[in-house]
């Protein structure tokens, strides 16, 4: 069988059902392989969405994601979606053709220093130079893309390897089936007998949810009811604890909720599970957690950081008791280990934020829509509704304010479903994440809420709605500009505008163009009678909805501790007016 046929069956082994990818002369041996065979290709419109498309694959199922591109500008294509899948622990595993190995160093067509370029951005790479190393590379690739921190890795294969053929025993590939994750580390008791010793100390303990304890929401959950702790979570482990839940503190951060980040500083034990203490979720870290620094010195509470990776002990901050150990096996060790004690003045304090700091905004004048006004209401459409009840729901976005007011505005109920660029904060990710979440899971309602700047960096992927017919229901907020950056701008460099404002197509011909359906949505009074035809539509379509541009708030400034908020009630101060800035001034450095 040809280096090609070998891939593909170590592919199958390894359980792979589908593939995104772009077609180009150096993976013709490859993808030939593909042909009337049960692994599904999805052809993107770009490398870029390629990636990013088996990313969200990965996001929305835990499984591996698999893309496949040609040498040069296809492998470059790929560097924004890897480095997103490294940053955001994605497990993804990419093929690349490569010229000829006696071409190669030759500057020859479409030759470029493929493994050099992806050293940085995967967990592993390498170039295969020789036949019989095909099935043992691409086993490495599986295993260590899936061990600790999961991540990408990029195998880069000349053309004439991809080519050869040669006998493979079947032995090989059922070698295939059998190559895992490495283990994951020893569990520490001790450590996780003081950590629960500091935890039932506590007075005011939360829960602080980061995505590596996506896989086990059943004891993030128990423990949490079992011991009365409040949870906070990232962004990308919203729906781990459920939200609808009166202990859900709901998302922190920078634009996360104002009660989730009083409740983070008030508390005297932080309880760290599965994140990495994310500069977003931190405020400036001298002022981080001051009431559990201060516990931490008289033994009654602390930081306590579990995670798998443990390069993220110490990285942002030194925890009081750190745990190396995969999310779930340590949530099961402590649970058994904390008492139920009396918190409920902490959890009326707790909810007494909730209820004085919920997210709002200040609806916009005529009856025009603003962005959170249109997430609100599809949350109240799926909630009344209960779509999340009967079927899974996955939500892509892009990058920029409707990324954050997605995740003010909607409610969310299991792990795994909200499907963005976190770390690394790629704009036009969203249309391809979409296209990734609905091929993984074709039965699922897929939403798509991007931003006009957003969209227009890859809404060329409407070609692979079309070409695939995937339901997607996809929301583009329209305000004609990069709002959050118009913002920055105005705050932090006295409303010098430069290179944010959108010259942007009319996005319901754009979609009728490739025969999806589309319609536009600029008042309040059509709003509910449009979110209900859009998301019961039988197949894709999508709604361009006018919106008056707006600050996304609360918002915690550069230098700031996490709870010195910008708040609503501080909007007209920090905007001001048409005619003259706000009076709310601000140094240092914009966010980035």
């Known amino acids: 069988m040809t ?7 170590m592919l199958v082994e390894h359980g792979v059902d589908t593939v995104f990818g772009y077609s180009g002369g150096a993976v013709l041996p490859l993808i030939d392989a593909f042909h009337g065979k049960n692994i599904k290709w999805i052809t993107s419109s770009h490398e870029q969405c390629s990636g990013h498309s088996a990313a969200a694959y990965a996001k ?8 496949i591109v040609t040498s040069g500008p296809g492998l ?4 924004t979606p890897m480095q997103d899948a490294l940053t955001d622990g994605v497990p993804m595993v990419i093929f690349s053709g490569q010229v000829p190995t006696g071409a190669m160093g030759t500057d020859a067509f479409q030759e470029c220093p493929a493994t050099e370029i992806t050293r940085s951005c995967t967990k592993w790479n390498y170039v295969c130079l020789d036949f019989n190393q095909l099935p043992w590379a691409v086993n490495e690739a599986f295993r260590i893309a899936c061990s600790g921190r999961p991540g990408p890795c990029h195998i880069d294969l000349p053309k004439d390897i991809v080519s050869m053929k040669a006998k493979v025993p079947d032995a090989i590939f059922r070698k295939a089936s059998t190559a895992s994750a490495d283990a994951p580390p020893m569990l520490d008791t001790g450590a996780v007998q003081k950590a629960a010793d500091l935890i039932n100390k506590s007075k005011r303990p939360i829960l602080y949810v980061g995505q590596g304890a996506s896989h086990c929401p059943e004891i993030v959950t128990k423990l949490a009811k079992h011991a009365k702790l409040p949870v906070t979570t990232t962004c990308h482990a919203m729906g781990i604890f459920d939200e609808r839940e009166p202990l859900s503190m709901h998302m922190l ?6 009660y989730a980040n009083f409740a983070i500083q008030n508390a005297d034990c932080i309880i760290a599970v599965g994140s990495r203490f994310d500069d977003r979720t931190t405020g400036i870290v001298a002022k981080y957690a001051p009431k559990a620094r201060a516990a931490e010195k008289d033994g009654t509470g602390g930081i306590i950081h579990i995670n798998i990776d443990k390069s993220t002990f110490g990285k942002v901050l030194q925890p009081t008791v750190a745990v190396w150990a995969d999310a779930g096996h340590a949530l099961e060790a402590l649970e058994p280990l904390l008492t139920t004690p009396d918190r409920e003045e902490w959890l009326k304090q707790c909810q007494d934020w909730k209820t004085k700091h919920a997210f709002g905004y200040v609806k916009a004048p005529g009856g025009q829509l603003k962005t959170q006004q249109v997430i609100a209401e599809i949350n109240r459409y799926l909630q009344e509704k209960k779509v999340m009840e009967n079927k899974d729901v996955f939500v892509a976005t892009g990058v920029g304010n409707h990324q954050m007011m997605a995740c003010q505005f909607l409610r969310w109920t299991k792990p795994r479903s909200f499907i963005t660029s976190g770390s690394l904060g790629v704009m036009g990710a969203g249309l391809p994440f979409a296209v990734g979440a609905q091929v993984a899971n074709p039965d699922a309602l897929t939403i798509l809420i991007d931003g006009d700047g957003s969209f227009g960096m890859t809404n060329m992927d409407l070609q692979t709605v079309k070409r695939y017919k995937l339901p997607i229901k996809m929301a583009v907020m329209n305000d004609d500009r990069q709002q959050m950056v118009w913002i ?9 505008y430069i290179s944010v404002t959108n010259d942007n197509p009319d996005f319901v011909a754009l979609a009728k163009a490739y025969d999806i359906p589309a319609v536009l949505c600029d008042n309040e009074a059509d709003l509910p009678k449009v979110i209900e035809q859009w998301l019961t539509h039988d197949g894709p379509m999508l709604v361009e909805f006018k919106i008056v541009p707006d600050i996304c708030l609360p918002m915690v400034a550069p230098g700031k501790a996490l709870d010195e908020m910008i708040m609503l009630e501080d909007r007209d101060a920090v905007l001001g007016s048409e005619e003259e800035l706000g009076s709310m001034k601000f140094e240092g450095l914009a966010p980035s």
């Open 76 to 79: 470059t294509n790929l560097v």
């Open 3 to 9: 280096g090609g046929e070998v891939i593909f069956n």
């Open 488 to 496: 920055w701008q105005r705050l932090f460099f006295e409303g010098r």
């Open 253 to 258: 951060g920078m634009h996360g909720a104002a």
């Open 60 to 67: 929305s199922t835990g499984k591996f994601g698999v893309a």
